[in-house]
């Protein structure tokens, strides 16, 4: 229904927006309790509480698919085009139709446009800024409709699906990092990794979402825009239960919220901040009926980097003086490499995790995501109490 309404209003031409910039923050997987961890942790180490309290407005988003628990691609859709759809589908209805997703509607009217993700820049959640699939694993066919798209900016990983040749011929610019001190205004990519970036816990710099927002704001400086920015590995971090590269992914991940917020107070009549999540990963539940987060920070090694140490150890001993980790048992880690794939599934990686969590109290209840309700906080626009993700752009159209 509200698809027939919107083609209807745009033929009629009567969608007047009320604001002429829009910011959308999505922590991938980063359910309440992930926010409220991350917030601890924060002003436990750093001394700071995290931006997104200072929002104004609160509500509880709901986020089922059609297949209840969602995945990225129909909670994208979800908001883009305002329709529950089946999981794996990118802007595309239960029926195989195509839908029209929102941005596009924006890029109509003038509104330039930023894509922005930490993970592969063709990966579910920023493909449904820009493209239709009926498979989000379509990625040869995603990365032609974000070329075809004429988007004026896209910051992220996912070398491994374009060519530089292929970037210029449809008229971009393409760059391998960001550099605030020489932005330009002609359509851009910049692809920072081959494929997802690292963890920020594994990087000396801390700032990559904050420097993609700056990037954005002045590269689109005089313009109405929309910008989209995903923390796309608190996610990762959540399925394999690394609880401090998820901690540290959205404390640098709200860091960006800091620009986005003075930029409102500028301009409040007219911008709108969202910051919320397309659903939640892992069941995280804080407190063993103890909790102890500073446990957390005697964990040492991402993820990625426990997986890359185990695929490149020469044996049990060798790994354990790469890691420095000796708490460990070598039955498990041969198990874990007898099939050529190590991954959160193993025990050996769980053990790893487990040991951390358990001294700091923390549970997490799946690999999977979760029907949780996760957190909507805004500024610029206030939502009802209790939403579902087909219902927020379709609000902002509205008004
Ligand atoms: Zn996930």
Same mark, same amino acid.
């Given at each position: ?79 883009? #085009?305002?329709? /529950?759809?089946?999981?794996? =589908?990118?802007? &595309?209805?239960?029926? %195989?139709? +195509?839908?029209?997703?929102? @941005? ?111 990037? #954005?704001?002045? /590269?689109?400086?005089?313009? =109405?825009?929309? &910008?989209?920015?995903? %923390?796309? +590995?608190?996610?990762?971090? @959540? ?122 109290? &923390? ?37």
């Amino acid at each position: 229904m509200k698809k027939i309404v919107f083609i209807f209003l745009i033929t009629l031409s009567l969608t007047v927006f009320s604001a002429d910039y829009i910011f959308f923050f999505l922590g991938d997987g980063m359910g309440i309790n992930h926010l409220k961890l991350a917030n601890e942790y924060s002003i436990k180490k750093y001394g700071k509480t995290l931006n997104y309290n200072s929002l104004e407005n609160l509500s509880i988003l709901n986020t089922e698919s059609l297949d209840g628990v969602t995945d990225s691609a129909a909670a994208i859709t979800s908001f883009m #085009s305002f329709e /529950k759809t089946n999981n794996n =589908k990118i802007n &595309i209805d239960k029926d %195989g139709n +195509k839908l029209n997703p929102v @941005s596009y509607h924006f890029k109509d009217t003038n509104y330039k446009i930023a894509v922005i993700t930490s993970n592969s820049i063709v990966d579910a959640s920023p493909a449904g800024i820009y493209a239709k699939s009926n498979d989000r694993n379509n990625y040869i066919s995603i990365a032609n409709q974000l070329l075809e798209s004429q988007f004026d900016l896209f910051i992220g990983g996912g070398r491994a699906f374009f060519t530089e040749e292929e970037i210029l011929k449809k008229g971009y610019m393409y760059k391998r990092k960001i550099d605030i001190q020489a932005v330009e205004p002609k359509n851009e990519i910049i692809l920072t990794s081959y494929s997802n970036n690292p963890f920020i816990f594994d990087q000396d710099e801390k700032d990559y979402y904050e420097k993609a927002i700056k990037y #954005s704001l002045k /590269k689109f400086e005089g313009e =109405k825009f929309f &910008i989209f920015i995903e %923390g796309g +590995k608190i996610d990762h971090a @959540s399925h394999a239960h690394d609880t401090l590269s998820m901690i540290e992914e959205i404390i640098a991940f709200d860091k960006s919220l800091k620009p986005a917020i003075d930029f409102y107070n500028k301009n409040p009549d007219n911008t709108i901040i969202l910051f919320t999540a397309d659903h939640e990963t892992g069941g995280l539940s804080l407190g063993d009926g103890f909790i102890n987060i500073n446990n957390l920070s005697s964990q040492k090694i991402s993820y990625d980097k426990l997986i890359s140490m185990i695929n490149n150890s020469d044996d049990f001993d060798d790994f354990q003086k790469k890691s420095n980790v000796y708490f460990l048992n070598e039955e498990n880690y041969n198990e874990a490499l007898s099939d050529n794939n190590v991954s959160y599934f193993d025990d050996f990686v769980q053990n790893y995790f487990n040991h951390y969590n358990d001294l700091a109290g &923390i549970k997490w209840s799946t690999f999977g995501h979760t029907i949780n309700n996760v957190a909507l906080f805004s500024n610029g626009i206030k939502f009802d109490k209790s939403v579902h993700l087909t219902d927020i752009f379709w609000d902002i159209i509205k008004k």
